[in-house]
């Protein structure tokens, strides 16, 4: 649904999805392979002629997208037919030096470190953006008054400024956790065929330093081949923001009821056989949006569970949920906005 050709500008993100792109991780395993290359030739496991041929190879390099897709049903993944093509581009005697010392999931995970840093700073954005907005509502209709409903029933006299709060005051929170989980996942990844980073021996350390910062991602203390909790941690926390949004939704469609009508809505979606009504599109979306994240949670709790130093199954269910869930993060986000700028008019004037 969120690239569906009817459907996707509802639910889905542009910019998320072209981050996690063929395209775009085919580009991020190029930057990688420079890295490591450049790398190599500063500690003398490649000589410098070998290294600078192997980065202008890949700088020019123009894979294969179709062969790459149809080989990646046989090996799994996109790395290896990506390595036989770059190695066949370069070419002799220079091809055996090309992807030296690392595996297929140091590509992988680097590249999604790569893309989740750039739709991280999306979301900073988008956070701000959305405090901008709600503030503007609080400037301006936040002395306002409400009826306070406990349980949904009419309870005691407050003001609209007390219900944007309980929207707005989380957000800051996830702006500040965001800080944190963005460091641990935007990482290096280089472990070498069993995460022991054996071929590189003493250097392995300075060599992952020196790649880095070409990728201007941390360094961590070791490799995190099947330590995936930091990802969970993340998916946590694009939950945590979409049930924000969601609840910020489910309170805009109940203001917005015939009867209450503490808040009205400029755009509201049309129906097909009462044409009187204003439906609260963007406000139901983002209920929807809260529980679709909500589900995928425990999916990524079952991607915890590698088994030994590498999993086939447990690695591709990350790479069916996270994405996902940051797309429908990005939509979310940009939806709230959209809706805080649809409200004309919110509680009643003393």
């Not at 349980?151 to 709060?165: E, F, G, N, P, T």
């Not at 109940?254 to 209450?260: E, H, R």
């Not at 993060?329 to 919110?346: F, H, P």
Request: charged share 20%; hydrophobic share 45%.
């Amino acid at each position: 649904m969120f690239e569906h050709a009817l459907l996707g500008d509802l639910l889905g993100d542009e910019t998320v999805s072209t981050a996690f792109s063929g395209e775009v991780f085919l580009a991020h395993f190029c930057r990688f392979e420079i890295a490591l290359t450049d790398a190599l030739g500063s500690h003398g496991f490649i000589d410098n002629k070998s290294a600078v041929a192997i980065i202008a190879g890949c700088r020019s390099f123009k894979p294969d997208m179709l062969k790459i897709r149809a080989e990646t049903v046989i090996d799994g993944l996109a790395v290896p037919a990506f390595a036989r093509q770059l190695k066949a581009h370069i070419g002799d005697p220079y091809q055996s030096d090309v992807h030296f010392g690392a595996t297929s999931q140091d590509l992988m995970d680097t590249a999604l470190a790569l893309s989740l840093k750039g739709i991280n700073k999306n979301f900073s954005f988008d956070i701000r953006a959305l405090n901008e907005s709600l503030q503007r509502l609080i400037h301006t209709y936040g002395q306002n008054g409400l009826i306070g409903r406990t349980r949904m029933q009419a309870a005691l006299a407050i003001k609209v400024s007390d219900r944007i709060m309980a929207w707005q005051t989380p957000l800051e929170r996830h702006q500040t956790r965001l800080e944190r989980v963005a460091s641990a996942i935007c990482v290096l990844q280089l472990g070498g065929a069993v995460g022991t980073n054996h071929v590189f021996g003493e250097k392995a350390a300075a060599i992952a330093g020196e790649m880095a910062t070409s990728l201007e991602l941390g360094n961590p203390a070791k490799q995190w081949h099947t330590e995936r909790d930091n990802l969970v941690d993340y998916a946590n926390w694009l939950s945590l923001v979409t049930g924000t949004l969601g609840k910020m939704g489910q309170d805009f469609c109940l203001m917005a009821q015939q009867g209450i009508d503490d808040v009205v809505l400029t755009g509201g979606g049309s129906s097909s056989a009462m044409p009187h009504k204003q439906n609260p599109i963007a406000a139901e979306t983002l209920v929807t949006l809260a529980r679709f994240n909500a589900v995928q949670i425990s999916a990524m709790h079952q991607a915890l569970v590698h088994e030994q130093e590498r999993s086939g199954s447990a690695w591709a269910l990350e790479w069916m949920i996270l994405p996902k869930m940051c797309e429908a993060t990005a939509c979310a986000l940009k939806t709230a906005t959209r809706l805080a700028g649809q409200v004309s008019g919110m509680g009643q004037q003393h």
